[in-house]
């Protein structure tokens, strides 16, 4: 059986952030899950996350199924790794995956090709290295001249002659149960930063007679992990660029990536178009041949084929095939836009369905509604779903008609194919088909102007 132990104790002191350097987000997505997902993918069935700082702040994210064990303080990897002992113990014939929480490149296909190495060598340790370009701060890999691994040298213990070695250590190594509680006992707290390095294991391990073994990936981006801002920055870039080609290559048309951010999550059907500006988050799926964008964000949003969403924001909503909304269009939480649904520039929809075909052309508010297919809203609409206190329901029936500059003040009902008169200010239900006018009349005053002269007389 495959488990796996998760670093996610530190600080993170470089970061400056005020939360756990493991919950600091790439693509909108805290590092910890990429790094959870991998494990998963890789078929990997019991972790346990090692918490420390703002431990509550992790535990609180994690799903139910993910064990936890608290590192209090945190004295470096290897004592976090110390805090697992229980989970180690009931895994000792097991191999045990260990990675950091940082590192939110690693993949299932690098983790599990390192297991393979691992057991085709019938290694104790074996640890997933790189060839890097900048050598500053990591874990550098010692071999002797014949190539042999020797031990990982920290950069603050490194001399001038070793933080020349380019080949990095990943911070993720597949250990047998027993070996890594061996190294857990064996590993002390002598060095730069008097703290107990998971990475002495290798060493130990070695100097015990036991197989150990670098699996070096080819691409040294996988190992790339998070210490400050700057990196984290790169880390988005990498992510964003490899989810883009991703996309792309399963036939997502981006003719222009710029400004173009797409979560992890996210699916596009074939010959969707993204335009510049677009981000796309969550569990959002689209569909076939849509056109996303320009200046677009949806979050957790299901759209289906052929959709244009020009200029908009769709949160936690629905949008079905057909549907033509935009320029500048908000649709907020739990919404349905129905098949053909048509939204125009600054309309807003907040927690309403609306029906097939229904056209809201323009500068209107659909609040907590339920419209109807073939309503015509006028340009200027606007459910007063809100007393204050409460908010309450809209019904607007098939075929309606709502003229501009209507408000209806809910809760109320509009009937099937009901008319109303623009301007008016509905209070009352109408039933089906009938014609509704709610304002005053017209008044005409002649030669008001002359008898009231209301302007200032020019001298
Ligand atoms: C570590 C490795 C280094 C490797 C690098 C790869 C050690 C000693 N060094 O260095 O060889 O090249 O990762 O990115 O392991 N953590 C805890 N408790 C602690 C300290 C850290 O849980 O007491 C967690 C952190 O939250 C983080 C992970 O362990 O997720 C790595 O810690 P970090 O301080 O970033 O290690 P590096 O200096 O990057
Ligand atoms: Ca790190």
Redesign the pocket.
């Known amino acids: 059986m495959k488990c796996a132990i998760i ?6 002191t470089r970061m400056k952030a005020d939360c ?3 919950m600091c987000n790439v693509i909108f997505k805290p590092m910890i899950d990429y790094v959870i997902d991998a494990v998963k993918e890789a078929g990997v069935k019991d972790i346990c996350v ?1 918490t ?2 703002k431990h509550e702040v992790v535990e609180e994210h994690l799903s139910p199924d993910i064990k936890t064990a608290l ?1 209090e303080p ?7 790794v110390m805090q697992a002992r229980d989970f180690i113990n009931s895994h000792k014939d097991d191999k045990i995956l260990i990675l ?4 939110p490149l690693m993949d299932a296909e690098t983790i599990n090709k390192a297991y393979d190495y691992h057991e085709e060598n019938n290694n104790s340790i074996t640890l997933i290295s790189a060839i890097v370009e900048d050598t500053e ?3 550098h890999i010692k071999r002797d001249e014949n190539g042999t691994l020797l031990r ?1 040298v ?1 950069h603050k213990d490194a001399t001038e002659e070793e933080k020349k070695i380019n080949e ?4 993720c190594y597949w250990f047998n149960g027993a070996d890594l509680l061996y190294a857990l006992d064996n590993i002390t707290n002598e060095n730069a930063q008097n ?1 107990y ?3 002495d294991s290798l060493e130990i391990l070695i100097n015990a007679g036991k197989n150990a073994g670098a699996y070096v990936v080819e691409n040294s981006e996988v ?3 998070a ?1 400050d801002r700057k990196q984290l920055n790169d880390l988005n870039n990498i992510m964003r660029r490899n989810i883009n080609t991703k996309l792309m290559l399963e036939g997502v048309d981006i003719p222009c990536t710029d400004g173009v951010i797409i979560g992890k999550d996210v699916r596009i059907g074939n010959s969707t178009v993204i335009l510049p500006n677009t981000i796309i988050l969550g569990d959002t799926v689209i569909g076939d041949s849509c056109t996303i964008g320009p200046n677009s964000y949806l979050d957790n949003a299901t759209v289906g084929n052929n959709v244009i969403l020009d200029n908009c924001k769709i949160l936690d909503s629905t949008v079905e095939n057909d549907v033509d909304a935009g320029p500048f269009v908000k649709v907020r939480a739990n919404s349905v836009l129905k098949k053909g649904v048509h939204i125009g520039n600054f309309v807003e929809v907040k927690n309403s369905v609306v029906g097939e075909g229904s056209k809201s052309a323009h500068l209107t508010y659909i609040g907590d509604s339920d419209v109807g297919s073939d309503v015509n809203f006028g340009c200027g609409t606007v459910t007063c779903n809100y007393d204050g206190k409460n908010k309450w329901r809209c019904k607007i029936g098939d075929g309606a008609f709502i003229g501009c500059n209507t408000n209806l003040i809910a809760p109320v009902e509009v009937g099937e194919k009901a008319y109303i008169a623009a301007g008016s200010t509905i209070t009352d239900s109408i039933p089906d088909k009938a014609l509704s006018i709610a304002r005053a009349r017209q008044v005409i005053k002649e030669g008001w102007v002359d008898i009231k002269k209301p302007y200032k007389e020019k001298k």
């Open positions: 670093l996610a104790g530190g600080k993170g756990p350097k493991v090692i420390g700082y590192q945190q004295l470096g990897t290897g004592h976090a950091n929480g940082d590192g701060g990591i874990g990982i920290e990095s250590n990943a911070g703290e390095y998971l990475t190992v790339l992990g210490n």
